[in-house]
């Protein structure tokens, strides 16, 4: 058996070979090995969707229903129209092979900003409620000086989300979010604020179309956040202000959302420059046997948006402790929540 199955990569191996050959041949370099093959996650690498497209989900969320991932996120491909914004949606149940489903936003200026408008950071709900897909998203326009968020919404989760308002969260300025849901389903906003120097969780209302009330304001100047629960404690993460250039991303820990939170520490040595990605969320899998819980960075190219990296690590977590490992390749069963380092293969 396990003889056959080598026999088969030999052949699926041989295969490639050949095909690489051949495109060399007519000018076509092959890409480098794909993301996804026996569910493998290179960090940093290119990500391609099962059209064969680089993945465009920059500065994401994840929703999950069911057994599926839906990841959500910046559509910056290079044959958008500049005077729109788009979002594009994509769905995984692996969280390594990802499916286009839709551009699900692709909108102009809603708000008459002007041609720099701005639509970051999509964020996506799913209120069993109203049974909507609610769109939370950072809007604003040049200069970042607008700093609202927009709500979009949709009556399935990969539908055109049509574009509902925009308001300032408790009234205060909004420019990077995050988005956390509970255990117990509870869903969050978590936005910063730049005046007040920090981020602030607040909860969202009934309908999800407005945030209902404050629940922790963290007293950090950081953007990218990004919460977990895990075990008995809540972890936050988030970067410094330096834009799209990375920097050492730090992170606290609260035994309630409310607080009281701790000091922020460094997720990885601060020369490594959080290994040149940003925060932008969190993905707890809670397996039959083990509960990993995922980084998911951005590693941006301010002067090839589209070419953005993602870099996606499985965290070291546990007791107060959270630390960011030098990313290598890894895969992880959704089912048990087992994540495993795949050894280099290169020489
Ligand atoms: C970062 C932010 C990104 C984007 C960028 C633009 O600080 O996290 O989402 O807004 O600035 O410079």
Request: a neutral charge.
């Amino acid at each position: 058996m396990i003889r056959f199955r080598l026999i088969g990569r030999f052949h699926s191996i041989c295969w490639t070979a050949v095909a690489a050959f051949a495109l060399s041949m007519i000018g076509i370099t092959p890409l480098a090995p794909a993301q996804g093959v026996d569910n493998v996650i290179q960090p940093g690498e290119r990500w391609l969707d099962d059209r064969g497209q680089l993945i465009q989900a920059h500065g994401g969320g994840i929703l999950r229903l069911k057994d599926t991932y839906y990841w959500f996120g910046e559509d910056r491909s290079q044959t958008n129209d500049p005077d729109k914004r788009y979002v594009a949606c994509y769905s995984s149940r692996d969280l390594a092979h990802w499916k286009f489903r839709n551009q699900v936003v692709a909108i102009a200026d809603p708000e008459n900003l002007g041609p720099k408008w701005i639509l970051e950071r999509p964020k996506v709900f799913y209120n069993a409620k109203t049974r909507k897909f609610v769109m939370y998203a950072h809007l604003d326009g040049p200069g970042y000086k607008i700093a609202r968020v927009a709500v979009l919404t949709s009556d399935t989760v990969d539908g055109n989300y049509t574009y509902v308002k925009s308001f300032r969260p408790l009234g205060q300025e909004s420019r990077d979010i995050g988005q956390f849901i509970d255990d117990d389903g509870a869903a969050y906003l978590i936005f910063e604020s730049r005046p007040t120097k920090g981020f602030f969780i607040a909860r969202l209302s009934d309908d999800y179309m407005d945030v209902d009330k404050q629940v922790a304001f963290i007293e950090a100047p950081l953007e990218g956040g990004a919460v977990v629960h895990y075990e008995d404690l809540y972890y936050v993460v988030g970067s410094h202000l330096t834009g799209w250039r990375p920097n050492s991303n730090v992170y606290a820990t609260a035994p309630s959302l409310s607080g009281p939170w701790s000091a922020m520490k460094d997720i990885a040595p601060p020369e490594m420059n959080t290994y040149d990605s940003q925060s932008s969320m969190l993905i707890k899998v809670a397996g039959k046997k083990t509960t990993s819980v995922i980084y998911v960075g951005d590693r941006w190219k301010p002067q090839e948006l589209w070419d953005s990296r993602y870099v996606w690590m499985p965290l070291d977590i546990g007791a107060g402790n959270l630390s960011l490992p030098k990313p290598q390749n890894w895969r992880i069963n959704v089912r048990t929540g087992v994540v495993s380092i795949v050894p280099d293969s290169k020489p």
